[in-house]
C-alpha cells in the first residue's frame, strides 16, 4: 500500500515532467534581406543594398554572391557588416547575377531573389 507522502510526490514529479515536456522554445528564424537592388552600375562595379530581414539582430553580417551569366560558380563575399556593399573589378557589358542572405547566432537566412545587373560600356 502506498502511503499518501510517496503517493504526492510520485504526484507532483508525473505532473512536473508533462510541464517540462510541453515547454517550447520560440526561436526566429532570418527571412530573406528585402528590398535587394542595384543602387549604382558602372563599368568596373556594382553597388548593392538591402534591408535588414525579420529577425536580424546587431550581430548579423551578410553573405553576398555573384556570378557572370554562364558560369557555374558563385563568388562569395562573406560577413559582410553593413547592408550596402559594392562589388568591384567586374567586367565592361557583361551580366552578373547577384543574391544575398543573412547570418547570425541563429544561424543562415534564407537567399534574396536573385538580381541579374548588366555592367555599362567603358568609355
Same mark, same amino acid.
Given at each position: 500500500?502506498?502511503?499518501?507522502?510517496t503517493?504526492?510526490?510520485?504526484?507532483?514529479?508525473?505532473?512536473?515532467?508533462?510541464?517540462?515536456?510541453?515547454?517550447?522554445?520560440?526561436?526566429?528564424?532570418?527571412?530573406?534581406?528585402?528590398?535587394?537592388?542595384a543602387?549604382?552600375v558602372?563599368?568596373?562595379?556594382?553597388?548593392?543594398?538591402?534591408?535588414?530581414?525579420?529577425?536580424?539582430?546587431?550581430?548579423?553580417t551578410?553573405?553576398v554572391?555573384?556570378?557572370?551569366t554562364?558560369?557555374?560558380?558563385?563568388?562569395?563575399?562573406l560577413?559582410?557588416?553593413?547592408?550596402?556593399?559594392?562589388?568591384?573589378?567586374?567586367?565592361?557589358?557583361t =551580366?552578373?547575377?547577384?543574391?544575398v542572405?543573412?547570418?547570425?547566432?541563429?544561424?543562415?537566412?534564407?537567399?534574396?531573389?536573385?538580381?541579374?545587373?548588366? =555592367?555599362?560600356?567603358?568609355?
Amino acid at each position: 500500500m502506498m502511503q499518501r507522502g510517496t503517493f504526492i510526490a510520485a504526484a507532483t514529479a508525473f505532473c512536473l515532467s508533462l510541464v517540462i515536456g510541453t515547454v517550447a522554445l520560440a526561436v526566429e528564424t532570418l527571412g530573406p534581406p528585402a528590398e535587394f537592388q542595384a543602387t549604382e552600375v558602372d563599368w568596373g562595379h556594382i553597388t548593392l543594398s538591402w534591408e535588414a530581414p525579420s529577425g536580424a539582430t546587431k550581430d548579423t553580417t551578410y553573405d553576398v554572391q555573384s556570378q557572370k551569366t554562364g558560369a557555374k560558380s558563385w563568388d562569395s563575399k562573406l560577413g559582410v557588416p553593413a547592408t550596402r556593399m559594392s562589388l568591384r573589378g567586374l567586367m565592361p557589358e557583361t =551580366t552578373y547575377r547577384m543574391r544575398v542572405r543573412a547570418r547570425n547566432a541563429q544561424g543562415k537566412g534564407a537567399w534574396s531573389r536573385k538580381l541579374e545587373v548588366t =555592367t555599362k560600356r567603358k568609355p
